[in-house]
């Protein structure tokens, strides 16, 4: 059974940094985009930051460029993305997401709709 297990988010401070972690248990894959969503109340699910496997495909959203790195670990079956400078903006659930190397590639186009395997979601709160 497939699972991505994340774990940090939580409570921080405007102007601190967090960082979030998933490990996922596909299976072994040439290649596979993992990255982190967000979704506020009332609003629809938006890519924060997604990457394959080898760093290809990097992609930021332009709310948190400049201020969040995305790395994979293809030994650890890992993806931790960072966030520093944090806003009030920043608060939403944040879900862990998977799918082949392929959904990296038009995830700018498509958003959340070709990701096939989601975490629980994690509450990030940020407060001024």
């Known amino acids: 059974q497939v699972q991505l297990v994340e774990s940090g988010g939580g409570s921080a401070q405007s102007g601190g940094a967090l960082t979030l972690s998933c490990v996922e248990s596909?299976?072994?894959?040439?290649?596979?985009?993992m990255g982190w969503f967000r979704q506020a109340p009332g609003m629809e699910r938006e890519p924060v930051a997604t990457?394959?496997?080898?760093?290809?495909?990097?992609y930021y959203a332009d709310s948190v460029k400049g201020r969040s790195s995305i790395s994979q670990d293809t030994a650890k079956n890992t993806v931790s993305p960072r966030m520093t400078n944090l806003r009030p903006a920043d608060t939403a659930m944040y879900y862990c997401?998977?799918?082949?190397?392929?959904?990296?590639?038009?995830?700018?186009?498509?958003?959340?709709?070709?990701?096939?395997?989601w975490g629980q979601g994690n509450q990030v709160t940020v407060s001024s």
């Open positions: 997401a998977a799918d082949t190397e392929e959904s990296c590639m038009i995830v700018v186009v498509i958003g959340s709709r070709n990701f096939g395997y």
């Open positions: 596909i299976g072994a894959r040439p290649s596979i985009c």
């Open positions: 990457i394959a496997t080898g760093g290809r495909h990097p």
